[in-house]
């Protein structure tokens, strides 16, 4: 059998990854001077002692070098040179392809492959190709099972080889694939099809400012395939959920361009400042919204980092922490190739709220105002206009308007298309990608005006990477992504308006009059409208959507220069990096606005007693309207962000089995959004050790500065330790290595900071300062007034302080301690199980323990004395098996559990235990505890008093009076539940089954320990807002008096606030699990074609709205998408 080949084109194909593997660079590889020597070498001893002194890989077939003779070595110079003399004399052949050296040998007279008897020899022809991108495979290994004959695939990726039976099974394999067996049977031409390896693929793992081989890694790092991240949508976030194992994620909004995914890495465990991750692109920090747009096509590696041995380089930026994402770059001598994907989408809104009919409210909403007043008398609407609403009788005079069909469509549309060329040359390579996104929304607009309200979003990401090798030694990197997004739609949110969409009333009036009604003179659209009391009106929904228009555009410029020069004349394997990188972004933002007109019928002009009522007359409601567009001055928003970081790095092994290096890095970062910047500076190191690749060792440090604290607290040291033990890789367990081909345990312990403490309190939402030591006085305060003169007749605003400076503040720090195991069975099955714990302290807050006599009002100082507890488990899992010649399939998936509880945070001192904040969940819901409904009055006068405003009524909730003092107040309010809106617990699971060409796969996404309080939810008030299906289902009535009904009794006041506390009543399980996605594709030789689905199913005992959002977001959308993959 000839030796396997591979080539340099399609070597880099295949993986980012493989080929970090594969090709680590060599600097002055070419001129190094290798020694060879010993008596009776074998020919693997002699490559043996190249590989272990040198950076160069050989590639050979072991077995055909097993003949050859033992002979005594003994050469000088260059890998050239030595080669030569090596195999003087031989027939081998070698190929120098930069660092690695393919082995083959020559058939000559007398050979192994000759002196084989072939008997009824036919020549087989074929092509060796890659699974999923049917792209062919250059040197793949090809050799007849059971004897030796072999051969590889050309350029082409053909083969031909001799055989003398149908039944002969060869044998296919390639760096990078499962090897794949085929019988020859009689087929003519064969195709056969190599599936990628995940676990050579998985061999090399980034790293905080670097990579290391999966083997050695001792933190907890999670990788994902980029291919994983690319569902149908604009936004990259969105595939988060449940695919990460460690991350938390939830989406707030369905709004193109808005539907970004917040996420946390092991859950929230602050509430002082920042508690989402620290994001870096190619070694630059972006933000979540520069992340949204980068393609996943552009991604060659994913990775996220968790514990402290993996965050701790970061120092100050790592505390919650770190996803690396890192860009695909082009290969070395590769031939220019050109990917090309687009896609169209198909977006259905899904689960919207489901509202009464327009008769039904009415009924409700008279029962509402007399169940209050115990009278029948000014009823707010006649039995003639519900009649007549129910028989469906002239909308325009009996409205039942469904908000919904009117402000949403069924459907809206969406594209992607992205074009990509990368390839190289011997000192140059060069990527460059162009991904355009057009979204729009599913508003139902009319355009009425110079402008379409309708949501209309058009983004662009350009990503540029070149390579440069100034000399063998000296590389130069130039990356540049720039992203540009020009968004449109109506100037007010569409979380108002569809919040006014929810609320708005169904029988007042109509969305808008017909044109044929236009009173004479006008031309413009005749919105409905009417007074609630006096001269103020009704929200008309649907006339905020048409009249009013913002358009937004951003652009963001990232670029970067990277150089690194090898230093191995001072030392083997010494490095020096540099990097500077600038980014800039901008916003501007317009809106344009006409004011409506609104109308109603006048007041006898028509029969309200004719059923058809189809003649009435318009007339003018309230004094605003105008035919003209009124546009606002553009806003203008621009920061920038400066980085530099500097690094000595050095890797060596010795004697084979010590593998050990070294990193030292400078970094500092200025962000400016306004003339006074914010700097970071700081120094980070990582040492590692590997024994034999069994014992590892890793030490890491961080030593961070910023300016926000007082001197003698700005700088900080932040360590880590950590350790491993591969168990599989001892002798003793040998014997056990069929089954349990990988077990690895590691532990790690360490500080991180975080510097953006007491930024936010995300408990409140309150800012907090940014010079924590400044006194910080206002001058000019509404509230501190005084009067002067001889009449004391002139008043002046007086100074007041809003901080008072503490020179004690100190960093806020997070304990970091992980255990983690790595699992693999039979090669097939692998897991992953990491428990954590992540103790903050020094948490900047406000003290809440000054009593109200020391004068500071609303100036309390702040102190670094908060604390969290952060503990959890995650779980990842992978399952891989081929099974017989045609069919494939993989199994995947991910557990991640959090539980975040608040040690300490300064509060004011409760005498009752239930009451207190410190020692409960950090994001955990409060209220009071809802025991039922009253059942009557004598059951109102036997409970403990509580009076929210009016005495509350027989149907009106009952609350628990926790202390015990015969009153319902806010000493009654406790934890209702450990869980709030952001979930504890999040999974995935899912699956690729492979056959032949044909793949189908789907994925399942959950949330489970979350709840959710419906609140907003009441109907009528002050604006008659409209009622929620499952109140008319089951409210308290008179005909009804179930105390535990799944609504209490009617209210018509938004003032009547007994039933409008936040209480166990209104709590309700927001734990959901969705098929997130399916998808059915098919691969032919230059692509694959696809079709593919999202959020196609939801499960859930919440039934409201969607379990993952609030009531009134802006809908997520049921996505069907088909697409195309064109490789050149």
Known sequence: MEKQVFSIRQRYLKSIVLALLLYPITLFAANAQITVRGEALSIKEAILQIEKHSNYVFFYNATLLKEMKKRNIDCKGSIETVLKEIFKNTNVEYLINGNEVILKVKNIPGSVQEKKPVKKQRTVTGTVVDANTQETLVGANVKLKGNDIGTITDLDGNFSINVTSNKDVLVVSYMGYKTVEKVVEDMGVLKIELPSDTEILNEVVVVGFGTQKKVSVVGSITNIKASSLKVPTSSLTNSFAGRLAGVISTTSSGEPGKDASEFYIRGISTFGGRATPLIMLDGVEISTTELNYIPAESIESFSILKDASATAIYGARGANGVMLITTKSGKENEKTRINVSVENSFNIPMSFPNFVD??????????????????????????????????????????????????????????????????????????LS???????????????????????????????????????????????????HNSGGPAKSTTDLFAEMLQANPVNFPAYYPSSANPAGTDHMLFGNAYYTGDVLYTNPYADLLTTYGEDFQATILTTVKLEQGLDFITKGLKLRGLISFRNWSDSYFTREVEPYYYMPKSGSYDPYDPDAANYTLERVGNKGNDFITQSDPKKYADRTIQFQASLEWARNFGGKHDLSAMLL????????????????????????????????EANFGYNGTERLASGHRFEMFPSVAAGWVISNEKFFEPFNKVITNLKIRGSWGLVGNDETGTKDIRTGKDGPHFIYLTNVELNDDNHKYTTGVDMDVTYKGPVITQYGVTNATWERAEKLNLGIDLELFSKLSLTVDIFRDNRRNILLRRERFPEYLGFENAKPWASVGKVKNT???????????????????????????????????????????????????????GYVAERLFIDQADIDNSPSQKFGNSPMPGDIKYKDLNGDGMIDGSDVCELSPYGGTPNIMYGFGSTIRYRKFDLGFFFQGAAQRKIMIGNIHPFGNTRKNVLQFIADDYWNESNPNPNAAYPRLEDRDDANNNRQTSSYWLRDGSYMRLKNAEIGYSFKYGRIYLIGNNLLTFSKFKLWDPELSWNAYPLSRTFSIGMQLNF
């Open 358 to 431: 327009g008769a039904t409210y009415m009924e409700m909403a008279n029962e509402a105002y007399y169940t209050r007043k115990g009278t029948y008398n000014g009823q707010l609407y006649s039995q003639e206009k519900i009649d007549n609403t129910r028989l469906g009788k002239n909308p325009y005079v009996y409205p039942n308007v469904n908000w919904k069909d009117m402000m949403f469509k069924d459907m809206s549309m969406s594209q992607r298309a992205n074009i990509n060329v990368s390839g190289g040359g011997s000192k140059a390579n060069y990527y």
């Open 434 to 484: 162009l991904q355009a996104n057009h979204d729009t929304g599913v508003l139902n607009t009319q355009k009425l005006y110079s402008f379409d309200n309708n949501v209309n979003v058009w983004s662009y990401t350009f990503q540029s990477n070149i390579d440069y090798k100034l000399t063998p030694s000296t590389k130069i990197e130039l990356r540049m992504n720039a992203q540009l």
């Open 666 to 697: 400078y970094l500092q970062r200025e962000y400016r959004v306004n003339p006074l910047p914010t700097r970071n500076q700081g120094l980070s190191g990582r040492l590692t050790y590997a024994y034999d690749q069994r014992y590892l060792f």
């Open 872 to 926: 959890g488990v995650e779980v990842a899992m992978n399952y891989v098996q081929d099974i017989g010649k045609n069919w494939s399939i993989d199994l995947r998936g991910t557990f991640t559990y959090n539980q975040a509880t608040l040690v300490y945070s300064d509060e004011a001192y409760r005498e009752e235990e239930y009451r207190r904040k410190d020692g409960k969940a950090l994001n955990g819901t409060w």
